[in-house]
């Protein structure tokens, strides 16, 4: 096969600026990694947050590729790859922070650690909405929280990207599940396996309702701010309380009080400093597993993007529109 020497590319050239799109030199690759012919590109909130510079944790120097989530085609490997061979479908969380090229181009040379086979039983745009969510996720419930069955977990914000995906692998792992929403979103939350819970209600009712006052075994913070602290409230005594926000001002005495513990979840720190990277291709493996089982199902959003409308997909994020994860054909 000839390689394709130019392609296609979105850049950031200054934040908040529309991408432009321009032909650049395809990627070298080289011995761990792999060139992989994107197809699709998850989109994510934080992708916005990067294009607006405002993610301080996520710093991208331009100009640069966006873009975290990707799936595509493995076209060549490195001479240390044994994992892949082209025309493997393949899908991660593999760039678009630290300087490390996104997803928003038509190649990407990849380090191989952080990929998986696509779950045979999904599209790729489909296992292009997966990789930041499901990592996150697993990270808080599995790595972090040691989830085991038959414990109670909430999680706050159930129809969310992470929400959603939060209540399949704590289901799917014999856990009792529970998730707060809005009342438009409990057919939602129901529908992934969770009791609903009305994010407008005290927690004191909840609790009292959901585990006679004793509190969650583990509660999962998906929102940050207030919603942490009310996860603070409740947990159970030796509980454990994980966010994927969990930055901020807050007050420790409830957790304190209940002897719980908490565990933040920062799912950009292998990609940002090269540490733990192949425990990303290890959860994305896990994650094809749970899809193949039929225990994972992505909810995506209808809508169709490409390079050259990314920043309606921005604007419906910003606006809280986007019904499901938003992915943009390469």
Not at 23 to 48: F, H, K, Q, W
Not at 141 to 163: F, P, T
Not at 231 to 246: D, I, K, P, T
């Amino acid at each position: 096969m000839t390689r394709q020497s130019t392609m296609r590319a979105a850049i950031l050239e200054t934040h908040n600026a529309p991408l432009r799109i321009s032909t650049i030199s395809t990627p070298e690759i080289g011995p761990r990694e792999v060139r992989v012919r994107v197809r699709a590109s998850g989109v994510n909130p934080l992708d916005t947050k990067i294009h607006a510079g405002s993610a301080a944790h996520a710093r991208h120097p331009l100009p640069a590729i966006p873009g975290i989530d990707l799936a595509g085609v493995v076209e060549q490997t490195g001479r240390e790859v044994t994992r892949f061979k082209p025309g493997d479908e393949v899908y991660g969380m593999t760039g678009g922070v630290g300087g490390v090229q996104g997803s928003l181009a038509e190649f990407a040379a990849v380090d191989a650690d952080l990929l998986a086979l696509k779950p045979a039983n999904l599209s790729l745009r489909e296992a292009a909405a997966l990789p930041l969510i499901f990592i996150t996720a697993w990270e808080g419930l599995i790595d972090r929280a040691g989830l085991k069955a038959s414990q109670k977990v909430l999680i706050h914000g159930g129809a969310g990207g992470v929400g959603h995906v939060a209540i399949q692998i704590a289901h799917a792992r014999g856990a009792n599940v529970f998730a707060t929403g809005s009342t438009a979103q409990r057919a939602a939350i129901e529908g992934f396996g969770a009791v609903f819970v009305d994010r407008d209600i005290a927690v004191e009712a909840y609790v009292a309702e959901h585990t006679g006052g004793r509190g969650f075994d583990i509660v999962y913070d998906t929102a940050g701010g207030k919603v942490l602290d009310a996860s603070f409230e409740a947990v159970r005594r030796f509980g454990h309380v994980v966010s994927a926000l969990g930055w901020g001002t807050h007050a420790l005495a409830p957790l304190s009080f209940r002897a719980a513990s908490y565990s933040g979840v920062f799912t950009l720190l292998p990609l940002l400093t090269g540490e733990g990277r192949a425990h990303h291709g290890e959860i994305m493996a896990e994650a094809t597993r749970l899809a193949e089982a039929g225990k994972l199902v992505p909810l995506l959003d209808p809508r169709h993007f490409t390079l050259e409308n990314i920043g309606e997909t921005y604007a419906l994020i910003h606006d809280h529109a986007a019904k499901g994860k938003l992915v943009v054909d390469i």
